[in-house]
């Protein structure tokens, strides 16, 4: 079946520093959706990429959707301790086809931001 | 309501009890996700409403999950003979369900804790 996998699944940093986590799915998918959940919390949603190759930015986050829209990236420039969470990729069951229904979501980087 | 109620935020069960879970979706969702999210993990998709109906029950890991949405608005999670390793945060989540729109906005969760 299909699988969303993230790596690392730890990530300390200091603040100030650059972070990235990755996700890779075993299938082609017709969007990757992001989210963060902080500690205690529930996933908030974060931004969903839906073209092949896509670039969004939301200050200091950059997400990325790869070429062949089985891989996605998001990079924090310039943590802050308001970073602090676990990041969570999700991406659609079904394939290339599919947009609604259940949404798979990989284990999640923990971030740790040291002030 | 503004966002997606669900409780009890925190139940304690003895092991063989019954337990239901509620979930009270975001006003006009017609689709309604139940998650489970063990510590360390990502939320495991256990089921999704379109409407009333079931559209995917895939992810219930057994006969001994159930759950409803009779009217198509709030639903029930209902787990019968509880056992230990069901302990987790069962999170619900509901979404517009309109195709290629499935953000999903996740309640805060209901801690399940069976002793």
Known sequence: GQQVMQIP???HVQEGEDFT???NSSTTLSNIQWY???PGGHPVFLIQLVKSGEVKKQKRLTFQFGEAKKNSSLHITATQTTDVGTYFCAGPAGGRGSTLGRLYFGRGT?????P | GAGVSQTPSNKVTEKGKYVELRCDPISGHTALYWYRQ???QGPEFLIYFQGTGAADDSGLPNDRFFAVRPEGSVSTLKIQRTERGDSAVYLCASSLGLSGANVLTFGAGSRLTVL
């Open chain 1, 9 to 11: 699944q730890y990530q």
């Open chain 1, 21 to 23: 986590t990755y996700c």
């Open chain 1, 36 to 38: 963060k959940q902080r």
């Open chain 1, 110 to 114: 923990q971030l740790t931001v040291w």
């Open chain 2, 38 to 40: 063990s510590l360390g």
